[in-house]
């Protein structure tokens, strides 16, 4: 199987999981003499199930990861940078502060260190560094069995 297989069966297994927990959930406790449309023990065991085989598949990919395991880091922590930097604040001129109940607005000059403009720019360099690991990492799953 390649990791980009693995991928999705992984995908598969988290959704199996949930779907899983929520019928045990659900079903454990009905009103007495109400039928049950699932067996939450039967469901629990199908649960653990499911669990240990996510665990050996989650394994299995990891260690097929190790040689690009730098990028896959790399990768994520540029993606929180960039929601970082897309929440930096970049006012820049006249706004009022508001209203007082008993008062005329006052207004302020803001200006901004890291313009948008420059923050902007900065995020465009960071995606393209995203998009280039990202075809590297494809390639690698699409091309490296477990």
């Known amino acids: 199987m390649k990791i980009i297989q693995a991928l999705k069966e992984k995908n598969k297994l988290v959704k199996k999981i949930l779907e899983l927990q929520n019928r045990v959930t659900t079903y454990n406790c009905v009103i007495e003499g109400n039928p049950r449309a699932y067996d939450p023990a039967h469901e629990m065991e199908e649960l653990n199930r499911t669990i240990e085989e996510l665990i050996t598949l989650k394994t299995k990919i990891t260690k097929a990861n190790q040689p690009v395991q730098e990028k896959i880091y790399r990768l ?16 820049e001129g006249k706004a009022p502060s508001g209203k007082g109940y008993y008062s005329q607005a006052e207004t302020y000059v803001w200006e901004s260190s890291i313009k948008a403009k420059e923050r902007d720019a900065y995020i465009l360099g960071l995606e393209k560094e995203i998009d280039n690991i990202q075809k590297e990492l494809d390639e690698h799953n699409y091309n490296t069995t477990l």
Do not use: N
């Not at 994520?76 to 006012?91: D, V, Y």
């Open 76 to 91: 994520s922590e540029l993606k929180t940078k960039i929601h970082f930097l897309r929440g930096i604040p970049t006012t």
